[in-house]
């Protein structure tokens, strides 16, 4: 386990206040706004200390209402809005100088034996035959309106080895591609085998990482580390459907159905490296060209 790891299971691990609130910290030496997926998980792992052990996360939907402060402590408010037989409903609100910057609704199920489909996992490269990323961003550095944009790259995704098995965003500006990407992620060394809540909250933690790639490629944009776009995550769901290890190999296989009105939209699914069928996301966000 690497430091940068270290550093984010510290993150996610939050400092009960009273019986339902916690408390987050967030990194400050990145950029001024905090990252959606910390809160989203941070939110997440809030709720899931609420609920009994034997009850996982099967979905979760959530907005993003205001740019968080990443110098200033977060605050985690649980509503325990129902405890079923079989389902547990939590509603999270993060909240920081009194005001709310994020909402999450999260639904937990006792395991239980069902019906069972799903769709095929689709064709990829083997991950270990990609490049890092410390071997993959170097060659951008002319492309990326900042100098240090590597380097803050490398840091914010330090505690995740990803790499891409299509072209990212910023390797085909001014090219427009199809609106799909891949990436293959996994935790930058192992996680404990006994708190499968952990492995949740990690993977959403990185869905919120590269899941409008698609929106960009479509229109030959290289994003924020370009500057070509400005974008911020609106709102994120998900749906846990399987068993996984977050520090195991996951394939993110990312579309982009549709961009309107500033916003564009973003699916995907997650599969396991022995092809299961994980996770599914989908997310809409803000994506504007910037004013001249």
């Known amino acids: 386990m690497n430091e940068a790891l270290t550093d984010l299971l510290d993150l996610l691990d939050l400092e009960q206040i009273e019986e339902n609130i916690f408390r987050g910290t967030s990194r400050t030496s990145l950029v001024p706004r905090v990252f959606g997926g910390q809160v989203a998980a941070q939110a997440l792992v809030a709720a899931g200390r609420t609920v009994p052990a034997d009850r996982l996360p099967h979905s979760l939907h959530s907005y993003f209402l205001r740019t968080g402060d990443s110098g200033a402590p977060i605050v985690y408010s649980v509503d325990r809005i129902r405890d079923g037989r079989s389902f547990t409903t939590r509603r999270v609100v993060a909240v920081q100088h009194g005001q709310p910057i994020f909402h999450l609704s999260a639904s937990f199920q006792t395991y239980e034996e069902g019906l069972e489909h799903q769709v095929p996992m689709p064709a990829a490269p083997d991950p270990e035959s990609l490049p890092t990323a410390a071997e993959a961003l170097p060659p951008y550095r002319e492309i990326f309106r900042d100098p240090g944009t590597v380097e803050r790259l490398l840091e914010a995704r330090g505690a995740v080895d990803l790499r891409y098995a299509t072209t990212p965003p910023w390797g085909t500006v001014g090219e427009p591609l199809q609106p799909h990407s891949q990436v293959w992620f996994r935790t930058q060394g192992k996680l ?101």
């Open 192 to 292: 404990a085998d006994d708190d499968p809540l952990l492995h949740t909250c990690l993977a959403t933690y990185v869905s919120d990482m590269t899941l409008l790639d698609a929106v960009l490629l479509a229109h030959g944009r290289g994003g924020w580390a370009v500057g070509d776009v400005v974008g911020a995550s609106l709102d994120h769901a998900m749906w846990f459907h399987r068993p996984f290890r977050a520090d195991e190999w996951l394939l993110y296989d990312q579309e982009s159905p549709s961009a309107h009105g500033g916003r564009g939209l973003g699916q995907a699914r997650i599969y396991t490296q022995d092809g299961r069928l994980a996770i599914t996301v989908i997310q809409e966000g803000v994506v504007r060209i910037p004013r001249t």
